[in-house]
């Protein structure tokens, strides 16, 4: 099946205008079979062996989601400890979650023992099963993006607080807690660029012909 040129200028605009969404959540719940679309997105990533190794945990309920912020603001204390005294207060003064106003959480895992102990892909680099999570994860953004749906990941959290939270077992790693929902508005810039954090590097200083180049 070819792709025609409409396509792929639909594929790259989802791209450039896909956002980590913290602060635009509405109210407005997300319709079952909309949910059910994101996640299929995620399920038809690329993966290791195709060995499949995520599952993901819808969450809904405002304890929950309490629990979780609870678990968020622990952790932006302790980070916000490691910046420099100047960049502290700037960082204080992001919005980085959006737990409790997103309509819903998803919680992705990665089963690193899903389908036996020797996976095709993995028996020089095991981690592959972990960037193939990642990619799901990255489907999904895609996806929410073209269903006009913000997805922001919430990574300033410990897992345990995330584990004990949902129940999910010792030997299931925790790879991304989501915040999915509609949005007011999408920026037309990332927020941390937007705001002054860091400005995007040039393509043209990231890119290598044939060997690494110092730069």
Known sequence: MKISPEERDALYKVIFARRDVRSEFLPEPV???????????????PSVGFMQP????????????????????????ESAEQFSADLKEKYTSLKLEGIEEAPLGICVTCDRSRNGPTVIGRTIKPEMDMYSTVCAIQNMWLAARAENLGLGWVSIIHDSVIRETLGIPNDIEIVAYLCLGYVSQFNDQPDLERKGWL???????????EKWQAL
Do not use: M
Not at 54 to 77: C, L, M, P, R, Y
Not at 199 to 209: G, K, P, T, V
């Open 31 to 45: 319709p079952e079979e909309v949910v059910g679309r994101v996640l299929q997105a995620a399920h038809h990533a």
């Open 54 to 77: 995520w599952d993901f945990v819808v969450v809904t309920n405002a304890e929950t989601k309490s629990k979780i912020k609870q678990g968020f603001v622990k952790a932006h204390a």
């Open 199 to 209: 400005a995007r590097s040039d393509i043209n200083d990231l890119i290598h012909r």
